[in-house]
């Protein structure tokens, strides 16, 4: 069960943690708590996987690397033969399954553009269906605001 | 955008998350073999370049209780969505909010919005106060809930 200086913790990470000698610390007075409390909270919050990540979220195009979004139409008998070839491609960061004709969503991310169109060209020409390539066009600004 | 081997190994350095260490610029520091004012350094040129969004936590909404996490798609006046998907985007139960491709015939859809909810019926209602916003400037929009989670990393890139 979560506190409410778990929940303070959450509030406070999702915006932006300083960059100093002993950020921690900083942050742990902040929140009226130890520098030794906050790093066990974070650590147990991140096992127990209320957290996805803590650390640097990185922005994948501005590391000059290809992103996109695709989609796929699978027939429902054919499903978990295209998961697995798309699930143990390296390129492939996120994959779901989801209720629509188009069935199956994964998230790219490469070193490169030009990895992201080898990797669409192989998954089409592996699994035999079209691949619905749905890159960002632009993205609107979303403020930090999940509160719990 | 160029990331010189520096920023890269820092990046590498971090992939997995800052460490859990009283001075985690200290620990990236020694693991990259610079100075640690020099981590701090780039990490607040990274910061200002837009190449680290920001440092901090990322909840897993499911776990706290958002079981209903629907991605809201809707076609919308390609004149009015820049304007449109600003005011999206600043909704308190939208979490991502972009403008993507059509593929006309099977997918009319140009606007993207990761709506988080309890259940679905709460993520339903959430949708239609985004489909008033809209109002006649929109023409359709689906609701696609995910049924499976078939793989989940991280981002990742080679050392």
Request: hydrophobic residues 40%; neutral net charge.
């Amino acid at each position: 069960m979560m506190d409410s200086l778990d929940r303070g913790i959450i509030n406070h990470l999702q915006g932006g943690f300083p960059i100093c000698a002993n950020p921690y610390a900083k942050v742990a007075k902040q929140l009226g708590t130890s520098e030794g409390e906050l790093l066990a909270r974070i650590r147990k919050l991140l096992d127990d996987k209320v957290l996805t990540r803590f650390g640097p979220l990185y922005h994948a195009e501005r590391l000059g690397g290809g992103l996109s979004l695709a989609a796929m139409k699978i027939p429902p008998n054919d499903f978990d033969r295209v998961a697995e070839i798309i699930n143990r491609m390296p390129e492939v960061a996120h994959n779901y399954a989801r209720d629509h004709a188009l069935n199956m969503w994964f998230v790219l991310a490469t070193e490169t553009p030009q990895g992201l169109q080898n990797a669409l060209g192989a998954i089409e020409h592996e699994t035999g269906y079209p691949v619905f390539n749905m890159p960002k066009v632009k993205e609107y600004f979303v403020e930090l605001k999940l509160q719990v | 955008m160029s990331m010189d081997a520096i920023d890269r190994a820092i990046i590498f350095a971090t992939q997995e998350g800052l460490p859990l260490v009283p001075q985690p610029y200290h620990a990236v520091a020694e693991q990259v073999g610079i100075k640690p004012d020099e981590v701090m350094a780039r990490f607040r040129n990274m910061l200002e370049r837009g190449v680290i969004r920001r440092i901090g936590a990322v909840p897993n909404h499911y776990a706290l209780g958002y079981k209903a996490n629907g991605m809201t798609v809707w076609d919308v006046a390609d004149e009015r969505i820049d304007e449109l998907g600003e005011r999206i985007g600043q909704l308190d139960f939208v979490s991502h909010c972009y403008q993507r491709p059509r593929h006309l015939p099977d997918w009319p859809y140009n606007l993207f919005a990761m709506v988080h909810g309890h259940d679905r019926a709460e993520t339903e209602q959430k949708a239609q106060q985004i489909a008033e916003l809209l109002g006649k400037d929109c023409r359709a929009h689906e609701i696609l809930y995910s049924t499976r989670i078939l793989k989940k990393t991280g981002l990742r890139i080679t050392g």
